[in-house]
């Protein structure tokens, strides 16, 4: 005989707890210079309207590489001209971090986490000001390919870097305390940008939290940053030996080889639409 289930009575009533949302702001130190990881310009480019594919004869005159546009494209830059720096980095980078790290500290879970933190912004594309001054990297990374391809990558980076950052968060769930802690934790096993210890392979982009009156930070955050970053994103410097090196058989190569100047450009047509490609 089939037993009746128990139905619940129609009068009960739910409660729900009322949510409130905290914030504290904290000063971010880098520890380990920071290599900007933005999504390639020409990549981007080529995704929206690719170009017509090369025969063997056009491969064979055009470059490669294009070293200092390569690691313009892959800058996080603020358009928002009354931002106090020229450089950005994108507020989802800690909320990131902050989610990544909370799968090796005990107490909260990165799904958790990724719903109910939330670091501010009030710039375009969610940027938060960056100070730091940048120079040019170069280093060699294995294509995806089956052969594990070796190629060389150009980027920004940034060997010593700091920024102001806003973070909310839902209460009761959270504390400010543990919020704290985690980003705190993020800085040492997550970290931010290409090569960061989160990924296992590189230590870059790791950082500590500090007070906004800490005296480092302050010495950090200069006045008139905006400008000296796009001098210096104008004409990168090289940041090692190695990069130096490479960038000096490279342009003493393009004399050489006659491509010491742009050449004209030439319309082109492909995928029936009408181009504009440069003639190299």
Known sequence: MAVKKNEAPDNIEIEILELKQGQFTVGIIGTTPLIMHRFADKARRELT?????????????????RPHEEAQGCAHLISDETAPTFFGCPSLMFKNATAAAALDIPGATKAAIGRLVYVVSEYPGEMIPIWGQPFLHASMVRMSDANRTPDVRFRVIIPKWALRLTVKYIQPNLSAKGVYNLLAASGIIAGIGDYRQGKGKGSYGSFRLCDVDDPDFKTLMEP?????QKAAFNNLASYDDETRELLEWYDAELVRRGRDQMPPAKKVKGNGVLQTEVIQ
């Not at 690719?50 to 470059?63: D, F, R, S």
């Not at 008139?224 to 000296?228: D, F, I, K, S, V």
């Open 224 to 228: 008139g940053e905006r400008a000296r």
């Open 49 to 65: 309207l690719p170009a017509p594919k090369m025969n063997a004869a056009a491969k064979a005159v055009n470059l490669k590489h």
